[in-house]
C-alpha cells in the first residue's frame, strides 16, 4: 500500500472548518483513499474513503486533487468532540486484502 | 446493533504468564481483524480472519501469539508465554464481507505485562 504523510498536529477552533491535508504521492490507480479516528481511549472509527471523486457524508469530506496524489479531509464545523488523531490511509481495494496500515495521523485539538 | 465488543478491557499480568483476549464482532460479519499498538508505536495489523480461516497472519510477531476464530463467531488472541514487550493496546475489528470498505474497531483491550 502506497505511503501517506500528515501533519503530525494541528488545531482548531470550535465551530470553524478543519482542513486535514494528506500527502499521497505514490497511489496506484486501484488504492482508496480512507480517513479514519481514533478518539482518546476508543477503537479508531471509520470517517470517509473515496477513489476519485469528492466524497461527503454526514461526518466529513474527502477532497481528492485530480492526480490523486493528495487529499483533504474536511470537518465542516468542529466541535470539541472531533479532537482525535486522524489517519489517512491508502489501501488496495480487493486485490492485496483488507489490513489497515496506520501511520502517525494528524493529532486534531478542537478549541473552544 | 450492537457493536465489535471486546474482553477483558484491562488486563494485567506478570512476564511468563498466559492471556487470552477475546473478540465479539457484529452479528453476521465474515471478517474480523486483529490489531495492535504497543507503547510510542503506531497500530499494527496482526491478521485477519475470513470466517474461521486465517486469511492474512503476516502481522504476527512471533508465535508466542495464537489467534482462533472456531465456528466463524468470535475469536480469541492468547499469548503465551507474554513478554514485557508486549504490553500494548490491542484493537479487534470486523467487516461484513470482502466487498466492505469500512471495518469496525472494538474498544480495545489494554495490556499491561509487568
Known amino acids: 500500500d502506497a505511503k501517506t504523510t500528515q501533519p503530525p498536529s494541528m488545531d482548531c477552533a470550535e465551530g470553524r472548518a478543519a482542513n486535514l491535508p494528506c500527502n499521497h504521492s505514490?497511489?496506484?490507480?486501484?488504492?482508496?483513499v480512507y480517513w479514519y479516528r481514533q478518539i482518546h481511549s476508543q477503537g479508531p472509527q471509520y470517517i470517509i474513503h473515496?477513489?476519485?471523486n469528492n466524497e461527503t457524508n454526514e461526518m466529513a469530506s474527502l477532497i481528492i486533487t485530480e492526480d490523486r496524489k493528495s487529499s483533504t479531509l474536511i470537518l465542516p464545523h468542529a466541535t470539541l468532540r472531533d479532537t482525535a488523531v486522524y489517519y489517512c490511509?491508502?489501501?488496495?481495494?480487493?486485490?492485496?486484502?483488507?489490513?489497515?496500515?496506520f501511520g502517525g495521523g494528524t493529532r486534531v485539538l478542537v478549541k473552544p | 446493533e450492537a457493536g465489535v465488543t471486546q474482553f477483558p478491557s484491562h488486563s494485567v499480568i506478570e512476564k511468563g504468564q498466559t492471556v487470552t483476549l477475546r473478540c465479539d464482532p457484529i452479528?453476521?460479519?465474515?471478517?474480523l481483524y486483529w490489531y495492535r499498538r504497543v507503547m510510542g508505536k503506531e497500530i499494527k495489523f496482526l491478521l485477519h480472519?475470513?470466517?474461521?480461516?486465517?486469511?492474512?497472519e503476516s502481522g504476527m510477531p512471533n508465535n508466542r501469539f495464537l489467534a482462533e476464530r472456531t465456528g466463524g463467531t468470535y475469536s480469541t488472541l492468547k499469548v503465551q508465554p507474554a513478554e514485557l514487550e508486549d504490553s500494548g493496546v490491542y484493537f479487534c475489528?470486523?467487516?461484513?464481507?470482502?466487498?466492505?470498505?469500512?471495518?469496525?474497531f472494538g474498544p480495545g483491550t489494554r495490556l499491561t505485562v509487568l
Open positions: 475489528a470486523s467487516s461484513r464481507d470482502r466487498l466492505s470498505h469500512e471495518q469496525f
Open positions: 505514490t497511489i496506484s490507480g486501484n488504492e482508496y
Open positions: 473515496g477513489l476519485k
Open positions: 490511509i491508502v489501501r488496495a481495494y480487493l486485490t492485496a486484502g483488507n489490513k489497515l496500515t
Open positions: 452479528s453476521g460479519h465474515d471478517n
Open positions: 480472519f475470513v470466517k474461521e480461516s486465517k486469511q492474512d
